[in-house]
T-cell receptor, first 110, second 110 residues
């Protein structure tokens, strides 16, 4: 089974802090994705990557950046955290027929 | 543009069948998916259907696809309390990006 691991289940950060959310997959997949999930808004795509060192903006990239230095790891970076970035963040890796998701990181910015 | 819509809520009695509906707009969609999210967890792939099929059955799950009306449904037979969750439909069009609906919260009553 493909495993997608997000390093933290819960995080609390202060406004203005730089925040790193880490995601690792163990199946050598090329495509990886970061979504945020908010009540009433469903899942919205922040950034995705088709391969190492490649990144593409999703639908809501403002305030975020990403890093893909190794194939298995896709990091989401909040350059200066703000309260409106309080959300559930979901990482996914694409296999032949669909995404495999991590368990999610619930980030609270205070 | 891509847009996927689902009803927000479904209540069903244990042992009855549940039907969750979804509409999508992108006629170039190649795969359509159903995901399940239990409280505090990531999304779990339940089943998928290729766009040239109109039905797929997998144990208690039946997926129906009406490509003309761009309508997708998920039927869960003999619904159990463990089926209480949020269900997301998603479409895959160009590239490997998925577009998700807002999710349908299913509540199974004993």
């Amino acid at each position: 089974d493909v495993k997608v691991t997000q390093s933290s289940r819960y995080l609390v950060k202060r406004t203005g802090e730089k925040v790193f959310l880490e995601c690792v997959q163990d199946m050598d997949h090329e495509n990886m994705f970061w979504y945020r999930q908010d009540p009433g808004l469903g899942l919205r795509l922040i950034y995705f990557s088709y391969d190492v060192k490649m990144k593409e903006k999703g639908d809501i990239p403002e305030g975020y950046s990403v890093s893909r230095e190794k194939k298995e790891r896709f990091s989401l970076i909040l350059e200066s955290a703000s309260t409106n970035q309080t959300s559930m963040y979901l990482c996914a890796s694409f296999s032949n027929y669909g995404y495999t998701f991590g368990s999610g990181t619930r980030l609270t910015v205070v | 543009g891509e847009d996927v819509e689902q009803s927000l809520f479904l209540s069903v009695r244990e042992g009855d069948s549940s039907v969750i509906n979804c509409t999508y707009t992108d006629s170039s969609s190649t795969y359509l998916y159903w995901y399940k999210q239990e409280p505090g967890a990531g999304l779990q792939l339940l089943t998928y259907i290729f766009s040239n099929m109109d039905m797929k059955q997998d144990q208690r799950l039946t997926v129906l696809l009406n490509k003309k009306d761009k309508h997708l449904s998920l039927r869960i037979a003999d619904t159990q309390t463990g089926d209480s969750a949020i269900y997301f439909c998603a479409e895959k069009a160009a590239g490997n990006k998925l577009t998700f609906g807002g999710g349908t919260r299913v509540l199974v009553k004993p």
